[in-house]
Each structure stands twice: as C-alpha cells, then as structure tokens.
C-alpha cells in the first residue's frame, strides 16, 4: 500500500511541477475526444435518418418482390400478394407499405420536403400515435406526421396542410388534415408522414403514364407473427408459400438500405484511424517525456525505489492526463452540440457515446505502455552514467 500512496505522489507530483506541458497534452486529448465523440453521433445520426421509420416497424419479416436485393424503393408488389401472405399459417397481420417523396408546403412560400409513406391503418406499418388518433378509413384525408416534421414547422393537430406533388409535368397540389403525431419516424434521411393507401395513390408524385391509374401500388409487406420466435422459420415457409418474393428480417431490411452500410463503414473508418492517431500522440509525447527524465529515475531507483513504483507511477500519470483530456474533450463536445441546428444528423446515443469515451480511455496506457516498459528497465548506473 505504501508502494501505491508513493506512486500516486509522484505522478501527480511531476504533472503539477510540468502542469503546463501536460495540459498541452490533455488539450490535445480532448480535441482528439471531440473528434471521436462527434464522429460518433454523425455515425449514428445518418445510420438513424436513414434507419429510425424501418427499425420501430411492429414487425418480424418484410416481403419483397423476388430478385429486388431486399431494397424497398426497388419491390413491387398488389393486393394479391398481400392477402395470401395474411393466410400463411403463423402470420398474425400483415400490413402494406407504399414509399413516395413530397413536399409540405409552408408559409413564405417555403417548403418541407417529406417522405410520402402509404400504410392502412391497424395493420402493420402504421407508428404510434403519441398524440391525436389515427385514420378514420382507409379513403380519409387524413395524415400522421412524425416529430420531426412538428418540430421543422409549426405544424399541429388539427391543422390542415397543404402537400404538392408532381404528377406529369405539372405541381399538383392536396389537402390532408393532421389527425395524429406519431415519434420521430425518419426514412431516407427525411421526416415522414403517413397516409392512407387510396390516399397515398391520389397524392403520390407520378409520370404521365401513371395518372389514371388508381389502385395503390405497395412496395413491402410488412408481416407480424403470431411467434416471434419463429421468424427464421416462418421466412423460409412464406417463401415456399407465397409466389414471386423474398423475405428478410428487420436487420437485413436495414442493413440493405441503399448507401447505409457503406456509409456506417465509412463512418467506423474514421473513428478508428482518429483512435489510432490518438495512441501515436499520447505514445510519443510519453516516449519522449520518459527520455527527458532517465537520471531522474535512475536517481529513483538508486535510493531504493523498486520498478513497480517507477511502473506504476508512469500508468497513473498517462491514465490521470487522459482522464483529464477526455473529461474536457465531453464538455467541449457537449457545449458545441448545443449550437447544432436539429436539421445537422447528430444523435448522442449513450451506449455508443459510452463505448467512444471507453475507447478513449483506454488509447492511453495503449499509447503509453512502450514508455512504461522503458520506464522500468532503466539500470541506474547507466542512467547516472557511473557505467
């Protein structure tokens, strides 16, 4: 115990004496944490734009039109398809999912532009509603909107906005009274709102060719089961049962969004490679800080100090200067995150958040571990060069 009380002395004995040096290093820890933390939630932030609607869908399965890879905006399926799916023995409800864009149009002339979602109301697809009610039928002019889109505007229940839509070659303009408020719902990196399928069809951007027709077009098949437990299962025997379509789980839904697993890679590659820096950092200036005080350990351990106080007292130095870095580097990324505009993807999720600030805690005795090795074997009499 006496050997620890001695090498916590002289660690933060040494840091107060060198304080301005060492905060130099903590400073650069901290940008360093910075760096990572909003890395991090940029990370997160674009994986949820893109993922947030999907991922809270009550569902097990999703049904796509055979050889469309498992991507939505690519599958095309109709009511036939839907109703032999609901009569799969073990399917509890299935629901359809139409995808489109659109824009809100706002006061000042200024617009929100929006993802079009399609889905019958009671069936899966549909969100939550946290406020107001959901569709009445599945003809009303009625719309859902998410929390994003009730905190880009000034939108709320019971007004009645004003959506335009391209169909042929000119502005088609609809009117959709807001009934419900359902959670955050993003898809596509866009806010969402949810309409009724006939609805969805009458409102929906189209080509020329497309106008007459009137019988909404799906996309997916959302499938709630009545055994979860059984998905693996139940995904082969739709397969078997049901003609022309492929069926994935939520994570291979997911995961097959366009763009979202390069994206997600790119992300982690950059988070890694400013981990990695920061082990270089934090190793070098250790390395060196240990060069610059050889005869002073050797003075050390010439008066009887042993290598486990020399060792030791370097791991709590390298721990308490990184611990000091990341501590203000969470401040900095705090302060910073107030200023973002709700339109700049950053979410700080807290387990990830939580897994970055592990990470950087640990970059620190891996940056310094060569320094610590070096530490303790310093011969004393080649250190005072008696030898």
Known sequence: MKNIFLSIYLALKEVWRNRGRFLLVSMVIALITLLVLFIAALGEGLGTNNREYISKVDAQLVVFLDKTDYIIGSSRLDD???RAVRRV???????PLSTSSTAIVLPGDKVLKV?????????????AVISGRSFLTDQAKEVIIDQRVAEQTSIKLGDVILIRSTQGTKDQFFELRVVGISSRQAYLFQPSIFVPAFVWERDRPKSAAEI??????????FVKLKDPTQAKVMLQKIQQTVENVQVADIPTTISNIPGYSAQQGTVQTQGFFTLLIGVLVIGGFFQIQILQKVPQIGVLKAIGASNFVVGLASIIQIVFVTAVGVAIGGLLTYLFSLGFPPTVPLYFNGSSSALAIIALLAIGPAGGLVSVFYAVRI?????????
């Open 80 to 82: 036939v398809t839907l």
């Open 379 to 387: 011969e004393p009499l080649k250190a005072l060069r008696l030898l």
């Open 115 to 127: 993802s079009l979602l399609g889905v019958q109301a009671g069936r899966p697809g549909i969100p």
């Open 89 to 95: 023995d073990g399917v509890e409800d299935a629901g």
């Open 212 to 221: 007459s027709n009137l019988t909404p077009a799906i996309n997916v098949i």
